[in-house]
C-alpha cells in the first residue's frame, strides 16, 4: 500500500517549520499510523535524513502520549481512535494524508509533531484531586456510590489528556479537558467538600495558561478519542458560577 | 555482598508490626530538610513520591515521559486483588498470602507476600477515598470479580481501565504535592546513572530530554520505581518507552540483580500480524472469565471456527484442568497454547494463535453483559483486527508481560547499595517466579503508598548524613562517563538502525529464553547475544546531536542496556535448572508436561553482582524458608 505523507518538520521550538512531502510505497494496511511513522523512519534514517519526531508510548489508546492532526481531523478520521490504534486499512492506497501537530498557543511545537502539553499538569495541579492523605481514608465501603453517579464519573475520568480537544477547537479552550476532571471528581461523594474551590481554581489556572474560552462549538467532543460529552463543559459552568456565586 | 533480608522474626502476622515499631521515625521539624529522589512516576513511583511529600520530605521527582500521567502502569486492564471478603466468599489475608506464595511457584519470600496481602485492604480504602471510579453495585458498594486463577472474587475495577484510573489518582496526588510545593517534578528526564557516595546512593544523573543536557541531581536517598525489563524482547505489551536503564546502571554501581530470567509471559494477547509490528497488545485476562479456549482438534484445520462443529475442538484448558478450566495461572496458560500451536494445531494466517471464544457466554448471558463486562475491550480488539468477537472468537496468544524478577531488596525495599530503594515492578520482591492476575497493582501501590514511606525514614533516621553537591568530584566523574557514552553512541555512524538490532535482539531472546529455555539453547543465546552487541557499538547508527530532542539517542542508550541484562537473563536461566513457575527448562518437565521444580537444589533467590566489563558476574543465593505455605507441586487440575 501507497501513501504519500506531507509532514510538518520543525527542528525545535523557536524556528521556522515547513511542510515535507515523503512518499511512502512498503505500507501495509493492518499497520497502525504509528508503525507506518516507524517504518518512514527506518528508512529516513538509511537515507542519512533525521527521522520525524512524533510522542508516542504504550501504543494501545490509553496513555495519551500521541496524537497528531490528520488531514486537519484531531487523530484522524476514525471516531474514538487515537493514532496509535489507527490502522492505515482506513484510508485508500495512494492517499495524501497532512499531519501536523496539535496547533495551540498553550501548547507549542517543540519538535516535528511533537508539542509541549506541560498547561494540563498545572490545571490538575490547581485542584484536579481530592485531598486524601495516604493512611487516612475510612474502609472502602464505607462511602457507598449510587451506581450511575459511579458510571458517570467513570465516562469522565476516562479522559486520557492527549490535548486532541483543545488542538481541534477553533478557540483551542481546555474546558473538555479541565471539564472532564471537574466532572468526574464532583458526581463523588468524596469530592464534595472541595467542590467549589476545585472549579474555581481549576477554571482560573485554565484561562491563565493562556486557552480560549468554550463557544460550545462541539468540536472537541468530536474528536474525543475516549468520547468525553460536551456535557461536562455545562457541569464545569454550573460549578464555577455556583461557586463563584457562594465565594462572593 | 551482604544479603541480609531483614525479616523481622517472630509470627508472620505480626511481623509488618514490628517492624514498623522497631523503625526508627524522622522528626516531623526535620524531614523538610531530607531531599528524596523518586525515578518513575508509575503506580509505584508516583504513590511513593506523593506520600513522602505529604510525609514533609522534599522528593524530585523524574520521568521521562512528558507527563507523569503517562507511565505504563495506566495500561493494566484487569484490575487490582485486595483481601476484603466483602463478597463473603471465603477470601482472608491468609487466602491472599497462600495464593500469591503458591501462584509465584515457590519462589518468592514469605514475610514479602504476607504483607502485601495485608496492605492490599488498605490500597483500596485509599483509593476509593481519591475518587477512584470503581465499579459499583446498585446498592451502592464496591463490585467484585475473580480474576486469573483466584477460587475467590478479590478482584476490584474500574471498566478495562484498572489502571489508568488508580494511576490517575495518584498522579493526582502527586500533583497536590506539587501544587504545595513539596515535589519538584521533572518530567521529559531520562535517568541514566546513580551516583555513589562513601557506599550510600546519593544523586543521579539525567539527561534532558528537550535540551540535551547531563545534569546530576543530589539527594538523601534514591527511590527508583522505573518499571518492568520486558521490552527485551522488542515485542512486549510494554509501552514502547519502557526500559531497563534505570535499575541496569544500579546494577552496574553495585545493586544486586534478583532472578532475571523470571518473566512473565501473558497468555492473551493479539497475536503478530507482520514484520512491522511495534508492539503488541494485551487482552485483559479477565476475558478468560467468560471466554472459552480452544483450538480444533485436527492439525492443519483451516475452516472458519465458526464452521468448525462442537465435537471437532479441543477445550484443551478445560479438558486438561477441570478444575480452573479456563482459569488456569498464566504461566500454565501460556505454555498450553504454544504447545498445541507447536502441534500444528494453532489458528490465524501464520498457525500462532488460538481461538477465545465468547459465544456459549453470549447465549447464555446475553449481549449486554458481555458488553457492559468487556465493551472497551471488544472494541480494541476489532479496531487492531477488523474483526468482530460477537460473532467470531477472537484469537490470541501469548506475549512477554511482566518481568518478576528486578533488583534485589530487602524486606525494607532497600537493595544492596545503602539508600538506594526499589519499588514496584523494578524490585524482584513479590511474586516469585510467576505473578498472580492483578497483583502488579496491588504490590505498586503497596510499596509507593504504605512501604517505602516507613522504611526510608528508618534508613534516615538511622544514618549521618554528609552534605553531598552536584559540583563535586563523584558527580561529575559520572556525568563525563555518561556524556562519554553519548558520544560513542552517536559516533559510531554504521550502517543499521537502533530499531534493527533491537529486533533482532529481541528475537534471540524470545526464542531462547522466553516461554520455554533449554540448556543447548540458551548457551547459544549467550554467544549470539555477545556478537550480535559487538556489532552494536561498531555498527548502529544514530542521527541527530546530543544537545536536541533526539528519539533515536534515547532509544540507543537503552537498547545498549537491553544487550547487557539479556546476557544475564541467559545466565540465570541457565544456572537454574529447574523448571518453576514462568521459567520453564524442557529438561525439567513431569510425565504430562507440568512445571518441575527442585526444591533440594532451587529454592533460593538468585542474586547477581556485576563484576566489572568483560567479567562474569558473581551469583550469591538468598535461600527462601517457606514456614506457613509449605512448597508443594502446584495443581490446578
Redesign the interface.
Known amino acids: 500500500m501507497k501513501l504519500i505523507f506531507h509532514i510538518w518538520r520543525q527542528?525545535?521550538r523557536n524556528k521556522p517549520g515547513r511542510m515535507v512531502r515523503y512518499e511512502h510505497a512498503n505500507l501495509?494496511p493492518?499497520?497502525?499510523m504509528?508503525?507506518a511513522l516507524?517504518?518512514l523512519n527506518?528508512d529516513l534514517?538509511?537515507k542519512?535524513?533525521?527521522?520525524v519526531?512524533f510522542?508516542?508510548?504504550?501504543?494501545?489508546?490509553?496513555?495519551?502520549?500521541c496524537g497528531f492532526m490528520i488531514n486537519g481531523i484531531a487523530h484522524g478520521p476514525?471516531p474514538?481512535?487515537t493514532v496509535c490504534?489507527l490502522?492505515l486499512?482506513h484510508f485508500r492506497d495512494g492517499e495524501e494524508l497532512v499531519l501536523e501537530p496539535w496547533r495551540a498557543r498553550a501548547f507549542p511545537v517543540?519538535?516535528d509533531l511533537?508539542v509541549?502539553?506541560?498547561a494540563?499538569?498545572r490545571i490538575?495541579?490547581?485542584?484536579?484531586?481530592?485531598?486524601?492523605?495516604?493512611?487516612?481514608?475510612?474502609?472502602?465501603?464505607d462511602?457507598?456510590?449510587?451506581?450511575d453517579d459511579?458510571?458517570r464519573?467513570?465516562d469522565a475520568?476516562?479522559c486520557?489528556?492527549c490535548g486532541a480537544c483543545v488542538a481541534a477547537c477553533p478557540n483551542a479552550s481546555a474546558s473538555l479537558f479541565t471539564a472532564a476532571k471537574i466532572s468526574?471528581?464532583g458526581l463523588?461523594p468524596?469530592?464534595q467538600p472541595e467542590r467549589d474551590s476545585r472549579a474555581l481554581r481549576m477554571v482560573k489556572t485554565m484561562n491563565a495558561e493562556s486557552f480560549g474560552q468554550c463557544t460550545n462549538i462541539g468540536e472537541c467532543e468530536a474528536v474525543c478519542p475516549k468520547g468525553i460529552r460536551l456535557e461536562v463543559i455545562a457541569r464545569m459552568n454550573h460549578d464555577f458560577i455556583g461557586a463563584s456565586w457562594r465565594a462572593r | 555482598m551482604n544479603l541480609d533480608a531483614r525479616i523481622p522474626s517472630g509470627p508472620i502476622d505480626k511481623a509488618w508490626d514490628k517492624a514498623k515499631f522497631e523503625m526508627k521515625l524522622v522528626n516531623p521539624a526535620n524531614k523538610r530538610k531530607y531531599e528524596i529522589i523518586v525515578v518513575g512516576s508509575g503506580l509505584a513511583g508516583a504513590?511513593a513520591a506523593?506520600?513522602l511529600a505529604?510525609l514533609g520530605y522534599n522528593v524530585k521527582c523524574f520521568c521521562f515521559?512528558?507527563?507523569?500521567?503517562?507511565?505504563?502502569s495506566?495500561?493494566a486492564q484487569g484490575g487490582i486483588n485486595a483481601a476484603?471478603n466483602?463478597q463473603n466468599d471465603g477470601d482472608s489475608i491468609y487466602r491472599l498470602f497462600y495464593d500469591t506464595v503458591k501462584g509465584g511457584d515457590f519462589r518468592a519470600r514469605e514475610a514479602n507476600v504476607y504483607r502485601l496481602a495485608q496492605i492490599s485492604v488498605?490500597i483500596?480504602?485509599?483509593?476509593?477515598?481519591?475518587?477512584v471510579?470503581?465499579?459499583?453495585?446498585?446498592?451502592?458498594?464496591?463490585a467484585n470479580r475473580s480474576f486469573g486463577g483466584a477460587q475467590v472474587s478479590r478482584t476490584f475495577y474500574?471498566?478495562g481501565?484498572t489502571g489508568?484510573?488508580l494511576l490517575?489518582g495518584a498522579?493526582?496526588?502527586l500533583?497536590?504535592q506539587?501544587?504545595a510545593g513539596r515535589v519538584k517534578?521533572m518530567?521529559r528526564a531520562e535517568m541514566l546513572d546513580l551516583v555513589v557516595v562513601n557506599g550510600r546512593a546519593r544523586g543521579i544523573v539525567t539527561r534532558d530530554l528537550?535540551t540535551g543536557a547531563i545534569e546530576s541531581h543530589a539527594a538523601d536517598a534514591v527511590v527508583l520505581g522505573t518499571g518492568g525489563y520486558g521490552n527485551v524482547y522488542y515485542l512486549s505489551t510494554n509501552?514502547?518507552?519502557s526500559n531497563c536503564t534505570a535499575i541496569w546502571r544500579a546494577y552496574k554501581r553495585g545493586a544486586a540483580f534478583a532472578n532475571p530470567c523470571f518473566t512473565q509471559i501473558h497468555p492473551t494477547c493479539i497475536p503478530v500480524?507482520?514484520n512491522?509490528?511495534?508492539?503488541l497488545?494485551?487482552m485483559s485476562e479477565s476475558l478468560r472469565n467468560d471466554g472459552r479456549i480452544w483450538v480444533p482438534l485436527a492439525k492443519g484445520d483451516k475452516r472458519a471456527p465458526n464452521e468448525i462443529p462442537e465435537a471437532e475442538r479441543d477445550y484443551y484448558l478445560e479438558r486438561r484442568y477441570p478444575s480452573f478450566g479456563n482459569l488456569v495461572p498464566r504461566d500454565v496458560a501460556s505454555r498450553n497454547a504454544k504447545a498445541v500451536c507447536d502441534e500444528g494445531r494453532g489458528v490465524g494466517e501464520h498457525g500462532l494463535g488460538v481461538y477465545l471464544d465468547f459465544a456459549d457466554a453470549i447465549k447464555r448471558l446475553g449481549r449486554a453483559v458481555i458488553e457492559e463486562r468487556y465493551g472497551n475491550l471488544f472494541?480494541?480488539y476489532e479496531?487492531?483486527t477488523?474483526e468482530d468477537p460477537y460473532k467470531v472468537p477472537m484469537r490470541i496468544y501469548p506475549a512477554i508481560h511482566y518481568t518478576m524478577g528486578g533488583l534485589w531488596v530487602d524486606y525494607q525495599l532497600m537493595s544492596t547499595i545503602p539508600g538506594l530503594f526499589v519499588i514496584g515492578e523494578a524490585n524482584f520482591s513479590d511474586h516469585g517466579a510467576n505473578r498472580l492476575g492483578a497483583s502488579a497493582l496491588m504490590q505498586g501501590l503497596s510499596d509507593g503508598?504504605?512501604i517505602v514511606?516507613y522504611t526510608i525514614g528508618n534508613y534516615l533516621a538511622s544514618e549521618r548524613f554528609e552534605k553531598v553537591e552536584p559540583a563535586q568530584a563523584e558527580f561529575l566523574a559520572v556525568q563525563d562517563q555518561v556524556a562519554q557514552r553519548t558520544r560513542r553512541l552517536l559516533n559510531a555512524k554504521g550502517?543499521r538502525?537502533v530499531?534493527?538490532f533491537h529486533r533482532e535482539l529481541g528475537k534471540i531472546v524470545w526464542d531462547d529464553c522466553g516461554m520455554s529455555r533449554n540448556a543447548a539453547a540458551l548457551t547459544e543465546a549467550l554467544g549470539k547475544i555477545r556478537a550480535l552487541r559487538e556489532e552494536y557499538w561498531r555498527d548502529v547508527?544514530v542521527?541527530?546531536a546530543a544537545e536536541?530532542?533526539n528519539?533515536?539517542l534515547e532509544k540507543a542508550g537503552r537498547v545498549a542496556d537491553f544487550f547487557e541484562l539479556a546476557e544475564l537473563m541467559c545466565l540465570d536461566a541457565l544456572d537454574r535448572d529447574e523448571s518453576c513457575g514462568g521459567h520453564f527448562r524442557e529438561e525439567h518437565q513431569t510425565a504430562d508436561g507440568e512445571a518441575l521444580r527442585d526444591d533440594q537444589r532451587f529454592s533460593y533467590v538468585a542474586a547477581w553482582e556485576y563484576a566489572g566489563p568483560d567479567q562474569p558476574p558473581v551469583l550469591h543465593k538468598e535461600p527462601l524458608m517457606f514456614e506457613y505455605v509449605h512448597p508443594s507441586q502446584r495443581s490446578y487440575k
Open positions: 527542528p525545535a501495509n493492518d499497520m497502525s504509528l508503525e516507524d517504518v527506518e534514517i538509511l542519512g535524513e533525521e527521522p519526531v510522542e508516542h508510548d504504550c501504543r494501545e489508546g490509553i496513555c495519551g502520549s476514525l474514538k481512535t490504534q490502522t486499512r517543540l519538535k511533537m509541549d502539553r506541560s494540563f499538569d490538575i495541579a490547581a485542584g484536579g484531586y481530592i485531598s486524601i492523605p495516604a493512611g487516612s481514608a475510612p474502609d472502602g465501603n462511602i457507598l456510590v449510587a451506581k459511579s458510571d464519573a467513570m475520568a476516562a486520557i489528556g468526574h471528581l463523588l468524596q469530592g | 504513590s506523593a506520600t505529604e515521559q512528558d507527563s507523569p500521567r503517562r507511565a505504563h495506566i495500561a476484603k466483602y488498605n483500596i480504602d485509599q483509593c476509593v477515598a481519591q475518587g471510579p470503581f465499579a459499583r453495585e446498585y446498592g451502592g458498594t464496591l474500574a471498566r481501565q489508568q484510573q490517575l498522579y493526582q496526588a500533583e497536590r506539587v501544587d517534578m518530567p528537550v509501552a514502547k518507552g500480524s507482520g512491522y509490528q511495534s508492539k497488545t494485551l472494541e480494541m479496531r487492531i477488523d503508598y504504605f514511606p550502517s538502525t530499531d534493527s547508527k542521527l541527530g536536541e530532542i528519539q533515536s
